[in-house]
Every structure is written in structure tokens, then in C-alpha cells.
T-cell receptor
Framework: NAGVTQTPKFQVLKTGQSMTLQCAQDMNHEYMSWYRQDPGMGLRLIHYSVGAGITDQGEVPNGYNVSRSTTEDFPLRLLSAAPSQTSVYFC?????????FGPGTRLLVL | AQKITQTQPGMFVQEKEAVTLDCTYDTSDPSYGLFWYKQPSSGEMIFLIY??????QNATEGRYSLNFQKARKSANLVISASQLGDSAMYFC?????????????FGAGTRLTVKP
């Protein structure tokens, strides 16, 4: 049981590039979410999904897209990276309201 | 409006002593959940403890306990017998609504340093 996995661990992008952050969980949790963590601001919710085929926006959704075609996978897409998206990104899956986090992806946008 | 407030950016504690990390929250929903997570320097987020708004007793998990004062809207984390490995960032979080609502909001965190 690997829990929540994220790839890559670290990524450098140039402004305007696009990329997808991968997230997968093997706990059969219906709920998954993406957060970003910036210094001094804690974690902020970007997007979440309550099950396959269902997604919704969180607190800071602009510049990000998500899809949920399977229960296991919940990728986060940056359409056109901006320096303001430099952050650490955490994926989480949830069971009865408690969220379990992946190891994070550190993203640097130049 | 800020829903979760952690007023202590940093805290120091002597090894083997107890320490309290403060957390206050704001909600008008009668049903909510309160959580504490630990983030060591390696970066992962580790779930520590949960308190439901209707729970009659304060939650405890080993050396961690949650001092839940509903009327004051506070949910302080108490770590007893601090260990060097407790040095980390600690985040308080709240989920409004029942267990099926998974939208969680986090505080800014408190950095705890345990001194030998």
C-alpha cells in the first residue's frame, strides 16, 4: 500500500510552459485534492474531486486545470506557467474527512 | 476572512518538557472537524490528531492531545515530553460541515524547535 504518490519531486519550468503534476492513490478514496504551500501562508486548496468524473474549484484555482477519469489518479495541469506558481504542491486523498498527503512536488517557474 | 489563526510563528521548548501550540478558528457551522498536521524538514505532511465539534472529550493520540475549548473557538495542540524529533512545522486545519465535506482550510503554521 503506497498511499498517495506524486511525480515529479522537483521541476523547473520557464514562464509560459505547460506541465502536468501527477498524483495517484491506492486506498480507493473517493475524495482527492490539490494544495499549494507558499511560505507563511499554510496550504491553500486549488481543486478537489469527490469522485471519478467530478471536480470543483477550491480557494485558488486560477491557472490550473484538473480531471478525474479514475478513482486512483488526479493530475493537476498548469496551462501556462507563471513565476507566481512557484510553490510546493501537495496532493491528498481523504477518508471520512481526514486528508492524507503525498510527499509533494517542488515547482520553480523562471 | 481568516478561518484558522495560529498566532505563534515560532516556539521553543526544552527536551522532555510539554509545549502548547495555539490555534483559533472561525465558523458558524455547528458541525466541523479540527486537525493538526506535522511537517518535518523533509517536507511531508503527517496527520497527528482530529477533534470533531460534537466530540465530548478532548482527543488524544500518544503524546499529542488537543485542548478543545468550543466556546472560545480554540483547538490547541499539546505535546507532552517533547523529543528532538518533534522539531517541525505544525499546522492547524479545519473542515466545515460533516465528514463528507472535505474542503479543509489551514493556518499559517507554527515552527517548533526542541532544544536539547
Amino acid at each position: 500500500n503506497a498511499g498517495v504518490t506524486q511525480t515529479p519531486k522537483f521541476q523547473v519550468l520557464k514562464t509560459g510552459q505547460s506541465m502536468t503534476l501527477q498524483c495517484a492513490q491506492d486506498m480507493n478514496h473517493e475524495y482527492m485534492s490539490w494544495y499549494r504551500q507558499d511560505p507563511g501562508m499554510g496550504l491553500r486548496l486549488i481543486h478537489y474531486s469527490v469522485g471519478a468524473g467530478i471536480t470543483d474549484q477550491g480557494e485558488v484555482p486560477n491557472g490550473y486545470n484538473v480531471s478525474r477519469s479514475t478513482t486512483e489518479d488526479f493530475p493537476l495541469r498548469l496551462l501556462s506557467a507563471a513565476p507566481s506558481q512557484t510553490s510546493v504542491y501537495f496532493c491528498a486523498s481523504s477518508w471520512q474527512g481526514t486528508q492524507y498527503f503525498g510527499p509533494g512536488t517542488r515547482l520553480l517557474v523562471l | 476572512a481568516q478561518k484558522i489563526t495560529q498566532t505563534q510563528p515560532g516556539m521553543f521548548v526544552q527536551e522532555k518538557e510539554a509545549v502548547t501550540l495555539d490555534c483559533t478558528y472561525d465558523t458558524s457551522d455547528p458541525s466541523y472537524g479540527l486537525f493538526w498536521y506535522k511537517q518535518p524538514s523533509s517536507g511531508e505532511m503527517i496527520f497527528l490528531i482530529y477533534q470533531g465539534s460534537y466530540d465530548q472529550q478532548n482527543a488524544t493520540e500518544g503524546r499529542y492531545s488537543l485542548n478543545f475549548q468550543k466556546a472560545r473557538k480554540s483547538a490547541n495542540l499539546v505535546i507532552s515530553a517533547s523529543q528532538l524529533g518533534d522539531s517541525a512545522m505544525y499546522f492547524c486545519a479545519m473542515r466545515e460541515g460533516g465528514r463528507n465535506n472535505n474542503d479543509m482550510r489551514f493556518g499559517a503554521g507554527t515552527r517548533l524547535t526542541v532544544k536539547p
